[in-house]
């Protein structure tokens, strides 16, 4: 009888009832989920959203007979499902029915935090932030308060947010402002401290100078000017037909062109003094499809001065030699860890 009693007894303890579930407080982002229990129990709430996607929050070990948990991170104008979930420990809670609340329409704009200025060189820099809730990404910059220049990522709503500002003057300070809009069409505005450039780069040959402008046509008579291709990594091969290494690595080259996207990578392959019979040959005999550029006069030649052929000038995305590779390729793979090193 006694052992009788007592499992009676533990039973009526792990088993508070739930009343008065009561939604309040409620916004466009948050809301109190209130309730009451016969005796002391933990609080904890489930909630539901359309998806049908439940989540939990975290449990309150504390015994109470009166509760409440708030809600945050909610979407506006959104109707949740949601059950308060109560007992003697958090393991095996007791849950209420079920009830929902519908969120208030989006009246505010959304908060930019979490600002970050980075990879700032002679002309360009890169503007992140945050914002709590999904919005557009839009820069506005200029030398004077006017912010006359902007640069808007679309309408597409994201919480991190990432802006390239290139074209910029070298050793020159920009004003800066980010603006952010919510998909209730509420936008926010942050502006920011004078961002300077760095001092200009030298023109050069050598690793870390910005690489000499040219224009050459192709064999089929395009004219390709280098600077076009700002945004883009570079590869420049010098090379010759009679020449066995390059002979030996354009199958390497045409196997990185084949991989590699046209967004990513550019492979400008110079041909230098040579006429476009024998230039034609060569890319027939190897089955060349990237653009091969005709440097009859040996103009180019003359100023990246390769010291033999075959020789490769590797140029970031913001025109800057990076790495010279002299004499040929062993294999794709030793190109492609170049190319990810940049």
């Known amino acids: 009888m006694l052992n009788s009693l007592k499992n009676n007894r533990k039973i009526e303890r792990t088993t508070p009832k739930i009343s008065n579930v009561r939604a309040s407080c409620i916004t466009d982002t948050r809301a109190a989920i209130t ?66 609340f519908t969120t208030l329409p989006d009246i505010s704009p959304p908060v930019i ?37 902007t640069i808007a990522l679309g309408e597409d709503l994201t919480t991190f947010h990432s802006v390239r500002l290139t074209g910029l003057e070298a050793d020159t300070s920009y004003y800066v402002e980010v603006k952010s809009k919510d998909a209730g069409g509420h936008e926010a505005t942050l502006r920011l401290f004078p961002v300077a450039t760095s001092s200009a780069l030298p023109i050069g040959r050598e690793v870390g100078m910005r690489a000499p402008d040219f224009t050459l046509q192709t064999i089929d008579g395009q004219s390709l000017t280098l600077s076009d291709f700002r945004g883009k990594i570079v590869m420049v091969n010098f090379w010759l037909s009679y020449c066995e290494p390059c002979m030996y690595e354009m199958p390497y080259i045409q196997a990185v062109f084949n991989k590699w996207s046209e967004a990513e990578l550019v492979i400008l392959a110079v041909n230098v ?70």
């Open 35 to 100: 309730w009451v229990t016969d005796k002391p129990a933990t609080s904890q709430v489930m909630v539901c959203n359309p998806a049908g996607f439940a989540t939990w929050t975290e449990p309150e070990e504390t015994l109470l007979t009166s509760h409440s948990v708030t809600l945050g991170d909610l979407y506006p104008n959104t109707t949740y499902d949601f059950r308060a979930l109560s007992g003697y420990n958090f393991e095996n809670p007791i849950a209420s029915e079920h009830y929902s």
């Open 113 to 149: 935090k979490s600002v970050y200025i980075s990879d700032i060189t002679e002309s360009s820099a890169t503007i992140e932030w945050v914002t709590n809730e999904p919005a557009t990404s839009q820069v506005g910059y200029g030398v004077s308060e006017d912010y006359s220049s």
């Open 273 to 342: 003094r040579e006429s476009i019979e024998a230039v034609q040959g060569f890319i027939d005999s190897q089955g060349l499809t990237f653009p091969v550029l005709l440097d009859s006069q040996g103009e180019i030649d003359a100023v990246y001065q390769p010291p033999w052929f075959p020789t490769t000038f590797f140029i970031d995305a913001e025109g800057i030699i990076r790495e010279v590779k002299e004499e040929r390729f062993s294999s794709q793979e030793e190109i492609e860890t170049i190319l990810q090193s940049l």
